[in-house]
């Protein structure tokens, strides 16, 4: 992945926490930031995929730029807490939180236990309470900072077998507002962007029935699935002094679908 609409060195002196950092659209958001010159460090729940994943991106972007693996599941507040604290001794003080770990499958409401939509709900929505309270606590009170919260679409067109992630990203969505409405005069920035359907990703594969793909893509405006660098542009344009006046934001970057899925 290269982007060269920014400038290479724009987020040099910041430092990055970025959950769900592992792999697919967070891993490509973790390449977007190291690439500008930011610290990363990623947190998630598999050890072996954060360490090869680090590994290669530092092999890869050999500009200076630290990315280092903390191993962490974002439902426990403790763990997490440590696992922060243990990111900013060695990336740095953290200015900017990506929330990024999720949880998804598909499942018909009649087929989803109270503790399935639990679950969902608490990698989504409580992990991201849980991260984005501790780097307040942390760092960004003091100092300001930058959350950008990964949300989807589903909500919006409340699509058949996502109750659990629709209504945990509605809940994201939410809390966005909240948080920046409350963090607003300790500037403090919060967003949330609305990913649509975006190639080469699990939720792709996972939770798309291949026969419907080609329908799909016809129906969306701009006749195109999305790429994970589009999402991590979005991350870029956020943590960019261009987006100093946006806050609280819902951010659908969607290629227009949210408004024609459904439509034939
Ligand atoms: C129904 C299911 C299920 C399924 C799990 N459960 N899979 N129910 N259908 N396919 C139920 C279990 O039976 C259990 O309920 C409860 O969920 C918790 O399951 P565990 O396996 O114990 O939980 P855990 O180990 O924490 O795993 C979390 C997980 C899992 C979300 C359930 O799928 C996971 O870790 N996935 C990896 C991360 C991931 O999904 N990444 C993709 C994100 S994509 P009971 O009642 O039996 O105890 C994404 C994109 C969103 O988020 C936007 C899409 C467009």
């Known amino acids: 992945m290269s982007n060269k609409t920014f400038a290479d060195n724009f987020l040099r002196g910041h430092s990055a926490i970025v959950t769900g950092g592992g792999s697919g659209i967070g891993k490509g958001i973790v390449d977007a930031y190291l690439e500008h010159g930011c610290n990363v460090a990623i947190v998630g729940r598999k050890k072996d ?29 403790k763990l997490l807490s440590e696992a922060f604290d243990n990111a900013a001794k060695q990336i740095g003080r953290i200015t900017i939180l990506v929330n990024g770990a999720a949880g998804n499958f598909l499942a018909p409401i ?27 606590e942390k760092w960004f009170k003091e100092n300001g900072g930058n959350i950008i919260n990964l949300s989807a679409n589903l909500h919006m067109t409340a699509q058949v077998l996502q109750v659990h992630a629709g209504a945990a990203k509605a809940a994201i969505d939410a809390m966005t507002g909240h948080m920046a409405v409350e ?4 500037n403090i920035r919060v967003n949330s962007i609305c990913i649509g359907p ?9 939770l798309l029935p291949p026969n419907l793909i080609e ?3 016809q129906n969306i405006p701009l006749l195109r699935f999305g790429k994970i660098q589009d999402i ?5 344009y956020l ?23 459904g439509c034939s």
């Open 183 to 186: 963090w607003g005069g300790e």
């Open 49 to 77: 995929r954060l360490d090869a994943t680090a590994a290669e991106l530092m092999r890869k972007h050999n500009n200076g730029t630290l990315c280092v693996a903390v191993q962490a599941d974002v439902r426990d507040y």
């Open 215 to 217: 329908d799909m893509r």
């Open 110 to 136: 009649t087929g989803l236990s109270s503790n399935a939509f639990k679950t969902v709900m608490d990698i989504d929505t409580v992990g991201t309470f849980n991260a984005s309270k501790l780097a307040h």
């Open 239 to 261: 943590s960019s002094p261009a987006s100093s006046y946006v806050t609280g934001a819902i951010i659908k970057v969607d290629g227009g679908s949210t408004f024609t899925s």
């Open 198 to 206: 975006i190639d080469e990703t699990e939720g792709f594969s996972r």
């Open 232 to 236: 991590a542009n979005m991350c870029l």
